[in-house]
């Protein structure tokens, strides 16, 4: 089973960027894709930006333009660029690997934005 682990969470201003990372214990390859997702404080898990095995990439509509979902193949780690970032974008942010029959997940990294 590969392992993902977030980091690069932390406490931001509005306005301001981060860049979450999740590396996994194997190759990103055994994903068919990878996800990032986010549960802001009491409200149900959304999922914010994928990237397919072939480098397709779809946002949720709240972050299109502003963030970026990437992946460096050779150091097994996918990347989420956010900027211009909003005390709505507050969440814990989970990145999960999509395989049939056996998803991984990671255990999230908080995402603060101070208005």
């Known amino acids: 089973q590969v392992q993902l682990v977030e980091s690069g969470g932390g406490l931001v201003q509005a306005g301001g960027s981060l860049r979450l990372s999740c590396a996994a214990s194997?190759?990103?390859?055994?994903?068919?894709?990878m996800a990032w997702h986010r549960q802001p404080p009491g409200k149900q898990r959304e999922l914010v930006a994928t990237i397919s095995s072939g480098g397709t990439t779809n946002y949720a509509r709240s972050v299109k333009g502003r963030f970026t979902i990437s992946s460096d193949n050779a150091k097994n780690i996918v990347y989420l660029q956010m900027n211009s970032l909003k005390p709505e974008d507050t969440a814990v942010y989970s990145c999960?690997?999509?395989?049939?029959?056996?998803?991984?997940w990671g255990q999230g990294t908080q995402v603060t934005v101070s208005s």
């Open positions: 999960q690997g999509l395989r049939s029959g056996s998803d991984s």
């Open positions: 194997g190759s990103i390859f055994s994903f068919y894709a």
